[in-house]
């Protein structure tokens, strides 16, 4: 914003600060959102290059409307997109649901009962790839070890946890 332009805002913030919380604070009756309007009417009008205005208050509360406009379209958008997401069958499902808690902490037990009977080798290069987030190349170099080694431990352990996990163990 021009320096010049601070006092003139300043001007216009304490003229219509208080009619545009009314307008605001009608249409939405909400408090903290007329505020939020309100004051971004005026990051608008700071950063708008704007010349003389003849008509300030129209100019401003055309600014607040088409700010409700905006807010409206949103809104419509956002309830569309919540009423399109519980019309799915798979969203209604309670991810809390003790059933799924349950089964959920069944197949971690698995996992960690899988990792357990891995021999030791086998157990750190899955542990330093999956959980660790290392490379390939990283674990071999550390381990002495080819990277086709480490491929072939990290997909006899991913087999093991898929067999323990389906209860094929």
Do not use: C
């Not at 003139?8 to 307008?23: G, Q, V």
């Not at 009423?83 to 003790?98: E, F, I, N, Q, Y």
């Amino acid at each position: 914003m021009r320096n010049e332009a601070q006092p003139e805002l300043a001007r216009l913030s304490r003229r219509f600060r208080p009619a545009l919380m009314a307008f605001f604070l009608r249409r939405l009756r909400n408090h903290a959102e007329a505020e939020d309007l309100t004051q971004e009417v005026f990051v608008r009008l700071a950063t708008t290059d704007r010349g003389p205005m003849d008509s300030a208050d129209a100019y401003i509360f055309r600014i607040a409307a088409n700010m409700l406009s905006d807010r409206s379209r949103r809104e419509k958008v956002r309830a569309a997109y919540r009423t399109a997401l519980w019309a799915d069958d798979s969203v209604g499902v309670d991810p809390l649901d003790p059933a799924r808690v349950a089964d959920a902490r069944g197949d971690v037990a698995a996992v960690v009962a899988a990792l357990k009977d891995l021999p030791e080798r086998t157990r750190a290069i899955f542990v330093l790839y999956r959980l660790e987030n290392m490379d390939k190349r990283s674990i071999a170099d550390s381990l002495s070890i080819s990277t086709s080694a480490v491929d072939k431990h990290l997909m006899r352990a991913q087999a093991h946890i898929v067999r323990a996990v389906r209860g094929e163990l």
